[in-house]
């Protein structure tokens, strides 16, 4: 058997708990889902607003496709780069009060390719330890050298920067935690960034659309401007549909236009994206009512979830994690929830450190109140 080595790898996983495997969706994304024919009541997507099935933007893509076709047929360098692409960046960068924008077909590819362009052999990267895995990946593929701090320890970036180095330095960080659902203190990095003349990389992956007025984002909730931030905002979690966008000073742009890999080298997402995106963007705008009720969702679950043998991890976002510790307990929960028709994740290494395996509850405005109310009945049931 040629491929011996790959299966043993498969059984080792499996037998720590640990193999990976896929659920199909047999209904739309929202809260109430159907895999395998059984419906479950899901806590588990990133569609923090309820978009991504909403019938405007359904109505937006048909649209777009039947004014701009189905594909964009070539890279945005050569003739993929459309209108609506066009429109789509001059909106996120003027949304989160930035000079200027620029679409990526994903947030990884975004990421990789920030970081790719901006810094390499010689230049150094200050990155948090629980910085997503994209965010790693790029600093890897940038070849600066890397330097980790310890999660939201002001001192210990401090105490990196203050290190003799050559070259650029670049502080790369997730804005919400995106297996934690904190927040990194931007106020504080921006501070040190100014003060050791360090650009700032936020990846706002959960916070775009969600934190901030009008759903601007981290830097909106933090009263955050410089041009030494660079922002990366995705637009398939809150925003509903797919793609990322980074937003910086022009030169930044033009830089990134010129030398990301993942921008230049692959084909423009479809312009039809763009347009269902220019219709995510007012409907966020306007998404006041959507992020007061997920709000209120998040301390009634807060609330909720007290006094039970797991602890919910210190968060206000979406993002609410039952900190389980083994993996196999975190299956097991998982499985108990399954059981009782609600599907939460559980979320094992190498996604989260060793012993920290937990119940990653994610929360959307398209939950009701009896939404979270059962789920807070199903996870006290299990507790007993
Ligand atoms: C989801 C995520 C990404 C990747 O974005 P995609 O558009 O899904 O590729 C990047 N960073 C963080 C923090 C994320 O959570």
Same mark, same amino acid.
């Given at each position: 058997?040629?491929?011996?080595?790959?299966?043993?790898?498969?059984?080792?996983? /499996?037998?720590?708990?640990?193999? !990976?495997?896929?659920?199909?969706?047999?209904?739309?994304?929202?809260?109430?889902?159907?895999?395998?024919?059984?419906?479950?009541?899901?806590?588990?997507?990133?569609?923090?607003?309820?978009? /991504?099935?909403? +019938? @405007?933007?359904?109505?937006?893509?048909?649209?777009?496709?039947?004014?701009?076709?189905?594909?964009?047929?070539?890279?945005?360098?050569?003739?993929? @780069?459309?209108?609506?692409?066009?429109?789509?960046?001059? =909106?996120?960068? %003027?949304?989160?009060?930035?000079?200027?924008?620029?679409?990526?077909?994903?947030?990884?590819?975004?990421? &990789?390719?920030? *970081?790719?362009?901006?810094?390499?052999?010689?230049?150094?990267?200050?990155?948090?330890?629980?910085?997503? %895995?994209?965010?790693?990946?790029?600093?890897?593929?940038?070849?600066?050298?890397?330097?980790?701090? !310890?999660?939201?320890?002001?001192?210990?970036?401090?105490?990196?920067?203050?290190?003799?180095?050559?070259?650029?330095?670049? *502080?790369?960080?997730?804005?919400?935690?995106?297996?934690?659902?904190?927040?990194?203190?931007?106020?504080?990095?921006?501070?040190?960034?100014?003060?050791?003349?360090?650009?700032?990389?936020?990846?706002?992956?959960?916070?775009?659309?969600?934190?901030?007025?009008?759903?601007?984002?981290? &830097?909106?909730?933090?009263?955050?401007?410089?041009?030494?931030?660079?922002?990366?905002?995705?637009?398939?979690?809150?925003?509903?549909?797919?793609?990322?966008?980074?937003?910086?000073?022009?030169? *930044?742009?033009?830089?990134?236009?010129? %030398?990301?890999?993942?921008?230049?080298?692959?084909?423009?997402?479809?312009?039809?994206?763009?347009? %269902?995106? &220019?219709?995510?963007? !007012?409907?966020?705008?306007?998404?006041?009512?959507? =992020?007061?009720?997920?709000?209120?969702?998040?301390?009634?679950?807060?609330?909720?979830?007290?006094?039970?043998?797991?602890?919910?991890? +210190? $968060?206000?976002?979406?993002?609410?994690?039952?900190?389980?510790?083994?993996?196999?307990?975190?299956?097991?929960? $998982?499985?108990?929830? !399954?059981?009782?028709?609600?599907?939460?994740?559980?979320?094992?290494?190498?996604?989260?450190?060793?012993?920290?395996?937990?119940?990653?509850?994610?929360? $959307?405005?398209? @939950?009701?109140?009896?939404? *979270?109310?059962?789920?807070?009945?199903?996870?006290?049931?299990?507790?007993?």
């Amino acid at each position: 058997m040629i491929f011996a080595a790959l299966q043993q790898a498969l059984d080792q996983r /499996a037998a720590q708990g640990l193999l !990976r495997q896929r659920r199909t969706l047999e209904t739309p994304q929202s809260p109430h889902i159907v895999v395998d024919g059984k419906p479950y009541l899901s806590f588990c997507s990133n569609d923090y607003l309820g978009l /991504a099935s909403h +019938p @405007h933007l359904v109505a937006a893509l048909q649209q777009g496709a039947q004014q701009w076709g189905a594909g964009a047929g070539a890279a945005h360098l050569v003739s993929g @780069h459309f209108a609506p692409h066009h429109t789509l960046e001059q =909106r996120l960068a %003027a949304f989160v009060g930035k000079p200027a924008a620029l679409l990526f077909s994903t947030g990884f590819m975004a990421n &990789l390719g920030v *970081v790719q362009a901006l810094v390499g052999k010689g230049d150094t990267v200050f990155a948090d330890k629980l910085n997503h %895995a994209s965010l790693n990946d790029a600093m890897q593929l940038s070849r600066a050298e890397l330097k980790r701090y !310890r999660h939201n320890d002001m001192a210990h970036l401090a105490q990196l920067l203050a290190q003799e180095t050559q070259g650029r330095k670049l *502080v790369i960080t997730d804005a919400v935690f995106s297996m934690d659902g904190d927040l990194a203190p931007l106020p504080e990095i921006l501070a040190l960034c100014e003060q050791h003349g360090a650009w700032l990389l936020v990846d706002d992956a959960h916070g775009f659309g969600v934190l901030g007025a009008q759903g601007r984002g981290s &830097l909106a909730h933090f009263g955050l401007a410089s041009p030494r931030i660079i922002y990366m905002g995705t637009l398939g979690k809150a925003a509903g549909v797919s793609g990322a966008f980074v937003a910086a000073e022009q030169v *930044v742009i033009d830089t990134l236009v010129n %030398a990301a890999h993942s921008y230049v080298y692959t084909t423009a997402s479809p312009p039809a994206l763009a347009v %269902a995106l &220019l219709e995510s963007l !007012r409907l966020i705008e306007q998404g006041e009512a959507l =992020r007061e009720h997920l709000q209120a969702l998040i301390v009634q679950l807060r609330a909720g979830l007290h006094g039970l043998p797991w602890q919910l991890m +210190p $968060s206000d976002t979406a993002i609410q994690p039952l900190l389980v510790g083994e993996n196999e307990l975190a299956l097991e929960l $998982s499985g108990g929830l !399954r059981e009782r028709g609600i599907w939460v994740a559980a979320i094992r290494p190498p996604t989260v450190p060793q012993g920290t395996a937990r119940l990653r509850i994610t929360l $959307s405005a398209a @939950h009701t109140a009896a939404d *979270v109310n059962q789920l807070i009945e199903a996870v006290h049931e299990l507790a007993r």
